[in-house]
């Protein structure tokens, strides 16, 4: 069940990330489906006995991990008028605060802002996007996710040893 589970919020990610880099728009239902599938996939993999209390302790930094990340969001949101960002990138940087947890989130986000940079530069070099142009960030989230699914507590520590000295 935990296996299926995982497949189908992968599949959801897939879904995200394919129709916002094809239409500039994030399917919000698929996003809210694979929120609903994170939270079940935290409940079945939760291994203590079926304590609400327990499982309350066990699930809240996830849970925190996405109000926080998606307020940051939707500070970044409100303060730019949508200009720097859409309401669909809060939606999906909730959902991968619930599926990654701290610290993972941070290195999802760090690695997605970084190839988001890369990619948009190259594009403005290329002479194939102005300045202003706008660019879908749902995939670059997505790929964070991926990335810092499989590499984010090698990355986090990576990082805070080489630019922290911890």
Same mark, same amino acid.
């Given at each position: ?56 302790l ?10 926080? +990340?998606?307020?940051v ?20 940087? +909730? ?8 610290p ?10 970084i ?13 194939k996007?102005?300045?202003r142009s706008a ?12 990335? +810092? ?18």
């Amino acid at each position: 069940i935990s296996f299926g589970c995982l497949l189908l919020i992968v599949s959801c990610f897939m879904l995200i990330a394919l129709h916002d880099a094809k239409t500039g728009y994030v399917l919000s239902n698929i996003v809210y489906l694979a929120i609903g599938l994170s939270l079940f996939y935290l409940v079945i993999n939760y291994s203590s006995s079926l304590n609400l209390n327990d499982l309350w302790l066990y699930s809240k930094p996830y849970i925190l991990s996405s109000i926080i +990340a998606g307020g940051v969001f939707y500070l970044i949101y409100f303060i730019s008028k949508g200009k720097w960002l859409g309401a669909g990138d809060i939606e999906i940087v +909730a959902l991968m605060g619930i599926f990654l947890v701290w610290p993972n989130i941070l290195v999802s986000l760090y690695f997605a802002f970084i190839m988001g940079a890369i990619y948009g530069s190259i594009k403005i070099l290329d002479h194939k996007a102005k300045l202003r142009s706008a660019i879908p960030f749902g995939p670059f989230l997505i790929a964070g996710t991926f990335f +810092a699914y499989f590499f984010g507590p090698q990355a986090f520590s990576t990082y805070t040893r080489i630019f922290l000295g911890l």
